[in-house]
């Protein structure tokens, strides 16, 4: 599926990016389930794919380099805008800048619980929310609605993630045995 | 900026437990049924487990499939031309 008036694209999706940078509006997590962006991910996935492969072959850690690859480019496809991707960017690469903070919303409280005192009084809440911090790149410290607003793009990435990659192995493994690959890219299949 | 600061309300948790249920896919929604806060959250990180899980076996699986794909050329430009479509 080519993108036809890619300009008259790139200029409205400019013209969204100012409007929700002024209104500090987090970008659609259902972008993640666009077929545009599947296709992006995929041939960026393939070519970070490709690199990896050069250094030694039988290196045990290689399917880490695969992991780190795959997240890397997924943090990439999010274009900044969220946290857990900046983190899994800025994680690669030498810390030489300084990190950008939010500018807005987001806590800094000095000790980890210091958020507690906003979340729920619940103490298991707050030590469930505290798991899902952990589990959310750089969400330790954030409070809960900040928290929950990464959460809901962490989770379609991850699952745009897991297709892609599902298709990129069967689409690998059915054209090594010979067999004539299928198209499942284009599809969103069903989490 | 002191709005951070504030307490949240008991209706701002409430809307956030329901954006958090939308999250979840359909199967995992319908063992909850009417869940609670503290249930969802538990789901929500047993899903994010899952994920990460199914991704790390998805590397394991293609860092062996991308060495065969170093010996196949031909291949690699059917998929590449397969994605560019």
């Keep these: 599926m080519a993108i036809s008036?890619?300009?008259?694209?790139?200029?409205?999706?400019?013209?969204?990016?100012?409007?929700?940078?002024?209104?500090?509006v987090r970008p659609s997590p259902s972008k993640w389930r666009t077929e545009r962006?599947?296709?992006?991910?995929?041939?960026?996935?393939?070519?970070?794919?490709?690199?990896?492969?050069?250094?030694?072959?039988?290196?045990?850690?290689?399917?880490?380099?695969v992991r780190e690859a795959a997240d890397r480019v997924l943090a990439v496809a999010a274009r900044g805008r969220t946290r857990w991707s900046r983190t899994i960017l800025s994680s690669r690469i030498l810390k030489l800048k300084p990190?950008?903070?939010?500018p807005a919303g987001a806590v800094r409280p000095k000790k980890p619980l210091a958020s507690a005192a906003e979340m729920k009084r619940s103490p298991l809440l707050q030590r469930k929310a505290r798991v899902l911090g952990l589990l959310v790149p750089g969400?330790?410290?954030?409070?809960?609605?900040?928290?929950?607003?990464?959460?809901?793009?962490?989770?379609?990435?991850?699952?745009?993630?897991?297709?892609?990659?599902?298709?990129?192995?069967?689409?690998?493994?059915?054209?090594?045995?010979?067999?004539?690959p299928s198209d499942r890219l284009g599809s969103s299949q069903p989490v | 900026m002191s709005s951070s600061r504030r307490r949240i309300t008991d209706e701002e948790i409430n809307e956030l437990i329901s954006k958090l249920q939308t999250l979840l896919p359909e199967s995992r929604r319908r063992n909850i049924g009417r869940a609670s806060a503290s249930k969802l959250l538990k789901e929500t990180c047993s899903y994010i487990k899952s994920l990460h899980q199914e991704v790390d076996d998805l590397s394991d699986r293609l860092s062996d499939l991308i060495a065969t794909m170093d010996s196949n050329s031909p291949q690699a430009e059917i998929i590449r031309s397969l994605l560019r479509s």
Excluded: H, W
């Design chain 1, 5 to 24: 008036n890619s300009e008259g694209f790139f200029a409205a999706k400019e013209r969204e990016r100012k409007r929700k940078r002024s209104a500090e």
């Design chain 1, 37 to 65: 962006e599947q296709k992006l991910y995929s041939s960026k996935l393939l070519e970070a794919l490709r690199r990896v492969r050069r250094p030694a072959p039988a290196d045990p850690p290689r399917s880490r380099a």
């Design chain 1, 139 to 180: 969400c330790r410290k954030l409070s809960l609605p900040t928290l929950l607003g990464e959460a809901a793009d962490y989770i379609p990435a991850l699952e745009m993630q897991v297709r892609v990659m599902s298709a990129l192995a069967e689409m690998l493994s059915s054209s090594g045995s010979g067999a004539p």
């Design chain 1, 99 to 102: 990190r950008k903070r939010r």
